[in-house]
Nanobody
Framework: QVQLVESGGGLVQAGGSLRLSCVAR????????MNWYRQAPGNARELMAT???????VYADAVKGRFTTSRDNAVKTVYLQMNNLKPEDTAVYYC?????????WGQGIAVTVTS
């Protein structure tokens, strides 16, 4: 059973925006810290953004000021708003949930930014 389902990826021109969503089919969603990772071809998977269960956020330097993560616990969804996209943002983006030693991953969704 797929417990994290991402949506919202696609193809966009440089300077454009996309919003990724991740629906978590898990009980106790509000207790999970939610993370967004990305993996570009030939590169390791990298952490881009975190939102804790309490709502605190942390961003990687590469996306700070351009990406915003938020969550809606009522619908068990976390979002990644990506603005001013650059070709180097091209990657597969993964939703990740962590709580009490349990880690879940989404299947990943592709984002392609053309110049």
């Amino acid at each position: 059973q797929v417990q994290l389902v991402e949506s919202g990826g696609g193809l966009v021109q440089a300077g454009g925006s996309l919003r990724l969503s991740c629906v978590a089919r898990v009980p106790g969603f509000s207790a999970y810290d939610m993370n967004w990772y990305r993996q570009a071809p030939g590169n390791a998977r990298e952490l881009m953004a975190t939102i804790t269960g309490a709502g605190s956020t942390v961003y990687a330097d590469a996306v700070k000021g351009r990406f915003t993560t938020s969550r809606d616990n009522a619908v068990k969804t976390v979002y990644l708003q990506m603005n001013n996209l650059k070709p180097e943002d091209t990657a597969v983006y993964y939703c990740n949930a962590v709580s009490l030693g349990r880690t879940l991953w989404g299947q990943g969704i592709a984002v392609t930014v053309t110049s």
